[in-house]
C-alpha cells in the first residue's frame, strides 16, 4: 500500500532563510509524486509534480523538488522564504498514471517571520 | 474562468438533517473527486468519479453519497450526518490522463451539531 509522511507539521523560517520541506513515500510500484500548497481559505493549488524523466522538478515560486528513489523522498525546497509563502503545504503520491488515487501526506504548515 | 465551484462555502446543522454540498466544474473535466480534510490526517479521498454516470469509493466512504448526472456537477450527500463528519469538504477535478493534476474547490466547511 503507498503512503505518504511529511516529517515536521510545522516549519518556521525567517525571511531570505531556505525552505525544506520533508517527505516521504511508500509505494511499491514507480510513483508519480506532487506538492500541493494551501493558502489561508483557499483550496489546494498545484506546485510541482514528478511523473519520469529528471529527477530534480521545477515548480511554481520558485520551489524545486528532487526525487531520490534510493532515499523514498520527495523533498521540497526554496533558497530564501518570502513572507507570501506561508502555507500549509501537502505531499502526494499515485500510482503510475493513476491519478483518481492521491495519497496525501498530513501537510506541513509553514511560518515565515520577518 | 476556469473553477471549481462548491456550495455552501459554510454551514452549521444538527445530528441527523440530510444536506447537500454541491460542486461544479466548467473545464469539462472528466474526472471529479471529494476529499475531507481533518487536522494531523491530511487528505482523504470520500468518493470519486471517472465519468457521467461511473462513481466509486475512496478511502472514507461511511456515510456519504455521491451522484455524476451530467459531466459538471459532482454533488456530495449526507443523508443522516453525524458529529464525525465535521470536518473541511473539497471538491476536485482533473482532465484525467494521468496528469495528477486536480483542481481543487475552495473548500466547504461543515459543522454537524
Known amino acids: 500500500a503507498q503512503s505518504v509522511t511529511q516529517l515536521g507539521s510545522h516549519v518556521s523560517v525567517s525571511e531570505g532563510a531556505l525552505v525544506l520541506l520533508r517527505c516521504n513515500y511508500s509505494?511499491?510500484?514507480?510513483?508519480?509524486l506532487f506538492w500541493y500548497v494551501q493558502y489561508p481559505n483557499q483550496g489546494l493549488q498545484l506546485l510541482l509534480k514528478?511523473?519520469?524523466?529528471?529527477?530534480l522538478v521545477k515548480g511554481i515560486n520558485g520551489f524545486e523538488a528532487e526525487f531520490k528513489k534510493s532515499e523514498t523522498s520527495f523533498h521540497l525546497t526554496k533558497p530564501s522564504a518570502h513572507m507570501s509563502d506561508a502555507a500549509e503545504y501537502f505531499c502526494a503520491v499515485t500510482l503510475t498514471g493513476g491519478y483518481n488515487k492521491l495519497i496525501f501526506g498530513a501537510g506541513t504548515r509553514l511560518a515565515v517571520h520577518p | 474562468e476556469a473553477q471549481v465551484t462548491q456550495n455552501p462555502r459554510y454551514l452549521i446543522t444538527v445530528t441527523g438533517k440530510k444536506l447537500t454540498v454541491t460542486c461544479s466544474q466548467n473545464m469539462n473535466h472528466e474526472y471529479m473527486s471529494w476529499y475531507r480534510q481533518d487536522p494531523g490526517l491530511g487528505l482523504r479521498q470520500i468518493y470519486y468519479?471517472?465519468?457521467?454516470?461511473?462513481?466509486d469509493k475512496g478511502d472514507v466512504p461511511e456515510g456519504y453519497k455521491v451522484s455524476r448526472k451530467e459531466k459538471r456537477n459532482f454533488p456530495l450527500i449526507l443523508e443522516s450526518p453525524s458529529p464525525n463528519q465535521t470536518s473541511l469538504y473539497f471538491c476536485a477535478s482533473s482532465p484525467g490522463g494521468g496528469t495528477g493534476e486536480l483542481f481543487f474547490g475552495e473548500g466547504s466547511r461543515l459543522t454537524v451539531l
Open positions: 468519479s471517472m465519468n457521467v454516470e461511473v462513481t
Open positions: 514528478y511523473t519520469t524523466g529528471a529527477t
Open positions: 509505494s511499491s510500484v514507480p510513483p508519480y
